[in-house]
């Protein structure tokens, strides 16, 4: 399906240290998907994060939801070596499991879940991984269920390439200015992370419009952005079905600030 360099154990420990100063308003991400659940506090659902890395926004939905069952998947051992000691304390809740991205075997996590979510990762397949992957969670989960996803998403016009290249170097170069780590923003140049300065094969971001197209036709059809940031969106979709049960964004916010200190 998706015939790109894979990413690698040294793509993982670069990723550890930029994550905190390359991840526009990392709280503010993790709490934007949190609140975009519908759900309730007290509700019991089943969950899968695509790509979990350290599991940052496993823990934070563990915290909110205590009665969540959350599958964290990805293709990294040192990743999941670290979700699974950040979860610990939540036991038989959580469930950490290797998977190929572009495989397809993986999808039988999804069967009959009620959320799927992922951050920072779809973006490793082309378009039609992409298309395939939202049929896939369209089929397979429940009827009450929602996608919501943060990513890095194609610009669709050179004004929009130069924007999402240059506010996303100002914003990690403040976050490590706010740290005190301006040695991050260099890691951060000399590893080339900023693709929509220097593309990267292994990085195929897609059209924000054509997700939400393709997230409707699985059947997500309540599909809109609820945020976009130096070229990093969240967005995603809602099945018919979908509750309207909700958690108040301060508490989002909190909870993910306290995952993120952890
Ligand atoms: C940029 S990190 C994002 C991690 C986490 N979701 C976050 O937002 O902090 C990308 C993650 O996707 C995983 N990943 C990348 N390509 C993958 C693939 N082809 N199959 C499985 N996992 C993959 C990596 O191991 C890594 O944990």
Redesign the pocket.
């Known amino acids: 399906m998706t015939d790109s360099p894979?990413?690698s154990e040294q793509d993982?420990d670069t990723?550890r240290r930029l994550?905190p100063v390359a991840?526009p308003s990392r709280d503010h991400q993790l709490a934007t998907i949190a609140t975009l659940l519908p759900f309730e506090p007290t509700d019991a659902f089943e969950i899968v994060e695509i790509?979990?890395?350290?599991g940052?926004?496993s823990q934070t939905i563990a915290a909110l939801f205590p009665h969540a069952r959350i599958t964290a998947l990805?293709?990294?051992e040192s990743?999941r070596t670290a979700t699974t000691e950040r979860l610990a304390e939540h036991g038989h809740r959580i469930r950490v499991d290797s998977?190929?991205?572009?495989a397809e075997d993986w999808h039988a996590h999804l069967e009959g879940v009620d959320a799927v979510v992922s951050?920072?990762?779809i973006h490793?397949l082309d378009g039609r991984g992409k298309k395939r992957l939202f049929e896939a969670a369209g089929e397979r989960t429940s009827a009450r269920s929602a996608f919501v996803i943060a990513d890095l998403v194609e610009p669709a016009s050179p004004q929009a390439l130069e924007l999402f290249a240059a506010s996303w170097d100002e914003s990690t170069r403040l976050q490590a200015a706010a740290g005190g780590q301006d040695e991050l923003f260099d890691l951060f140049r000399s590893t080339e992370w900023n693709i929509y300065r220097i593309p990267n094969p292994m990085d195929q971001p897609s059209r924000l419009a054509d997700q939400l197209q393709w997230l409707k036709g699985a059947g997500f059809e309540v599909a809109d952005c609820f945020r976009l940031e130096a070229g990093h969106a969240i967005y995603g979709g809602y099945k018919g079905g979908a509750g309207d049960g909700r958690i108040d964004y301060a508490s989002a916010l909190r909870t993910a600030r306290a995952a993120l200190a952890s």
Do not use: N
């Open positions: 894979a990413w993982s990723y994550a991840v790509g979990t890395g350290e940052r926004l990805d293709g990294s990743m998977m190929d991205l572009a951050s920072l990762v490793h």
